[in-house]
């Protein structure tokens, strides 16, 4: 199976929580590798830019809000299917319906504020990535 790139971000609940390390544990334990990292503090032009494609839903202000109400840790996870391999360890959108031992199940409980995101899809990931990384903050060990 081919090695990927993913996009995640640890959001602010969780930064708040202190579970930072133990949510990129979870990463490691999966066999994705951290190769790019950084704490920002997303303003609302760049968390809108990220979340363009949700600008119509009913959930968008409240999503912007959360997301730029305080720092974040952005990642770049690398391995074998990385994509759906980090959706998998995040469980479900909603906390609740999270299968038990997922990320959202253990760090979350709400799907407003919901511990991770992943890119949902290869092409996702790409254009992710580029918003928040330069292609030298990236150093792939595949
Ligand atoms: P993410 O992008 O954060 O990895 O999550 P996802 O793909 O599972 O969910 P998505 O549909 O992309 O939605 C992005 C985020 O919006 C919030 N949301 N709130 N109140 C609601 O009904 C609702 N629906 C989605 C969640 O925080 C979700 O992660
Ligand atoms: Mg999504």
Do not use: W
Request: cysteine-free; proline content about 5%.
């Amino acid at each position: 199976m081919a090695i990927e790139q993913t996009f995640s971000i640890v959001k602010p609940d969780a930064v708040g929580k202190n579970v930072i390390g133990e949510i990129y544990s979870r990463f490691e334990k999966a066999g994705l590798k951290i190769v790019g990292a950084k704490m920002i503090h997303m303003s609302e032009a760049l968390a809108g830019e990220f979340y363009a494609e949700h600008k119509e839903r009913p959930f968008y202000g409240e999503l912007v809000g959360f997301m730029t109400s305080g720092p974040v840790m952005v990642q770049v996870l690398e391995g074998e299917n990385a994509v759906a391999l980090n959706r998998e360890i995040m469980g479900a959108t909603n906390p609740k319906e999270a299968a038990p031992g997922t990320i959202r199940a253990d760090f979350a409980t709400e799907v407003s504020a919901n511990a991770v995101h992943g890119s949902d899809a290869p092409a996702s990931a790409a254009r992710e990535i580029a918003i928040f990384f330069k292609p030298e903050e990236i150093f792939s060990r595949a």
